[in-house]
């Protein structure tokens, strides 16, 4: 088989991969699992830029090791203004965990937070990303390379390992 007929990794193209990340001391930070890899949609702002610029036109099989310095990761650290939100202000379905995302409106404007630590009473939420300002070793292998439906084009982001995963958008 020629690489020429291999689904390469490019726009517009629905890639799963297998990763492994830790941090430049060597501190894991996150993996994927054989039964939850990740799955995103190339050319459409799904990863950090670093790690999507090297994987453009590799193919199912390869395993690349890449090095993302915070700008092309998530960036650096700013000044980190602690919110502290009561506990209650989360629904009760909704699974805390350090590194949770969400969004606060303040002057109409949308300030992403990130969980940091909290208790039954408080949350602590933080303006900087997890993992702003680190250095990010990705060891990362394709697995498989599909077209995009044009539903997930629409989106910008890909509906599940084939497509077909229903969701709801608030959008
Ligand atoms: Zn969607």
């Excluded at 453009?56 to 993302?68: F, H, L, N, S, Y």
């Excluded at 590194?99 to 602590?124: N, S």
């Excluded at 989106?155 to 709801?168: L, M, N, T, V, Y």
Aim: proline share 6%.
């Amino acid at each position: 088989m020629t690489r020429e007929k291999i689904e390469t990794v490019q726009g517009d193209r629905v890639v799963l991969l297998s990763f492994t990340l830790t941090d430049d001391e060597g501190t894991l930070l996150d993996r994927t699992t054989t039964e939850d890899p990740l799955v995103y949609l190339h050319g459409h702002d799904n990863l950090v830029p670093g790690l999507e610029r090297a994987l453009e036109g590799r193919a199912p099989g390869d395993r690349i090791q890449v090095t993302v310095q915070p700008d092309d990761g998530f960036g650096p650290k700013v000044d980190e203004t602690e919110h502290i939100l009561p506990r209650d202000a989360f629904p009760d379905d909704v699974e805390l965990e350090p590194g949770f995302e969400l969004a606060l409106e303040e002057d109409g404007e949308e300030i992403p937070l990130w969980v940091v630590k909290f208790d039954d009473a408080q949350v602590v939420c933080s303006t900087n990303h997890p993992f702003a300002g680190k250095t990010l070793r990705f060891d990362v292998e394709v697995l498989r390379v599909r077209e995009a439906t044009q539903d997930e084009l629409d989106h910008g982001h890909p509906h599940g390992i084939d497509g077909s995963e229903a969701h709801e958008h608030e959008d």
